[in-house]
């Protein structure tokens, strides 16, 4: 089941202001340039507080987008906001007219709104009276001025509001957005968010919280949410817009799609004001959400390989050497986290406990309920793999009535292993036109495993499936090719670039091992 192109939404064009550049091509340079956009905050005297780092739009000049009389009317947010949507407006080459006005619309949300303009207009009215607050705060500070100034701006007249949902706000802003066109109320919209609150109240409000970062001696090193040494999140601000389109009409007027936006769930755990609810159940239910589509994962990295991950292999090997205590439980500790987290991803897609529709080479359907790569076992000693990782991915396997372990490279030393491995149902090997020692393997699998013989097709694929039929045993095996327009495997095991028609190279790989094989 696919939606028609009328209710599939495009991603046409890209605004930002960031910390690290105020466009689009500038941010993106120093995000892969790995720029850090931290630093001291500039904006006000942090002297007084424990945390005086930020990240801040810099040099940013809000006349170069809006009047200078208007600009000065206009909150900080505002500013961004005006600057990202022209960007992304320009990016998608958007003519409203080409739609219509009434059928493009505006939804761009902020956590905050206009901070700025709130705070000074309240210092102003405690030191000089009410009668010198300016006619535009509440213009200038309520959430919904971002989209009603795009609006203007760009004579936009369809949906128009504002969302505020913290952290998510972005997020639900382009979500909705699709959601609209993809109901029909629109054809086009611009959406997004935009944020500037490093102000004193919110910085010590943030402070008070322990929820914000204070390493002040290395700010460019601060963010590190998934450190162990993490302290809290930096504060930052800019804006990011987006133009979405119906599919149908972006291709229509040969508009560059960037992305398409498949689809969009949003829950409550109704649990805790800042912490998620422990089972992931709001998580879940959003991503079941998001499509009419399956939406999960249960392919995954064996223990070894996450802990390889999480240590690097020489930490590693030296836990299981001097500590074998702490690395048993490190194992265990992942082999646990890895069937919760499998178990999850099968209730989200509603796959059975057992099965595995697995979207990788391997289909192991109803013989199998998990499937996993354990690449890294090609780096360790037997001896040691069969002490510190066999009993690991036994338990995974076992806890789903068997399943399937990937393995890329030489796998003769560990055969003994993979045999020895509880709940084993099937072998997937790329074996890098390394045949001999597959062979081997084989022998040592016959009549107990299903052997998938995986490479990307060889340049002369001729020779290697004569070869591979030559030297293994056909019973008890499955040859899964992939056959790839611009990848061809060599005879010595490297990999070149090639160029193949996909179409007719499938069928003419088909068709030779089916006369092959008879």
Known sequence: MTRPDSQRVAVTGMGLVTPVGNDLPSSWSAILAGRSGIGLITEFDHSSFKTHIAAEVKNFDPTLYVDKKEARRMDRFL???????????????????????????????????????????HDIMNERGPRRVSPFTVSGLILNSAAAHISIMIGARGPNFAIATACATGTH????AAEI????????????GSEAAIVPMAMAGFENMGAISGRNDEPERSS????????????????????????????????????????????????????????????????????????????CQSPLTT????????????????????????????????????????????????????????YTGAHAGV????????????EMYRTFVVPYNSKILTAFGGGCIHFCGNALHQADNLVATKGLRAFNNYNLYNLAPLAEVKKKFE????????????????????????????????????????????????????????????????????????
């Open 224 to 299: 590190r949410p998934f450190d162990l040494h993490r302290d809290g999140f930096v504060m930052g601000e800019g804006a990011g817009i987006l133009v979405l389109e119906r599919l149908d009409l972006a291709r229509a007027r040969g508009a560059r799609i960037y992305a398409e936006m498949a689809g969009y769930g949003t829950t409550s755990d109704a649990y805790h004001i800042t912490a998620p609810s422990e089972d992931g159940d709001g998580a879940q239910r959003a991503m079941k959400a998001a499509s009419f589509l399956p939406v999960g994962i249960t392919d």
């Open 173 to 176: 802003t382009i979500g909705e």
């Open 307 to 362: 802990a390889n991950q999480l240590m690097g292999y020489d930490g590693l090997i030296y836990l299981m050497a001097d500590y074998p205590n702490a690395a048993h439980e490190l194992m265990d500790k992942i082999a646990e986290a890895t069937i919760s987290w499998v178990k999850a991803q099968k209730e989200v897609i509603g796959e059975p406990l057992t099965e595995c529709f697995t979207d990788q080479q391997v």
């Open 181 to 192: 066109i993809r109901r029909g109320s629109a054809d086009a919209m611009i959406c997004g």
């Open 447 to 518: 009549g107990r495993i299903v052997l998938f013989v995986c490479d990307f097709t060889p340049v002369e694929y001729e020779s290697y499936f004569r070869e591979l039929l030559t030297t293994l045993p056909r019973g008890g095996m499955v040859i899964d090719s992939q056959y790839s327009p611009v990848v061809g495997l060599l005879k010595g095991g490297h990999y070149d670039a090639v160029r193949r028609d996909l179409r007719t190279g499938r069928k003419a790989v088909y068709e030779f091992l089916k006369g092959l094989c008879g």
């Open 371 to 382: 499937w996993f790569s354990d690449d890294d076992a090609s780096l360790m000693s037997p």
């Open 79 to 121: 500013h961004f906001a005006a600057a990202a949507a022209q960007e992304a407006v320009a990016d998608a080459k958007l003519d409203v007219a080409y739609f219509t006005p009434r059928r493009v619309g505006v939804v761009v949300g902020s956590g905050i709104g206009g901070v700025h303009i709130l705070l000074e207009q």
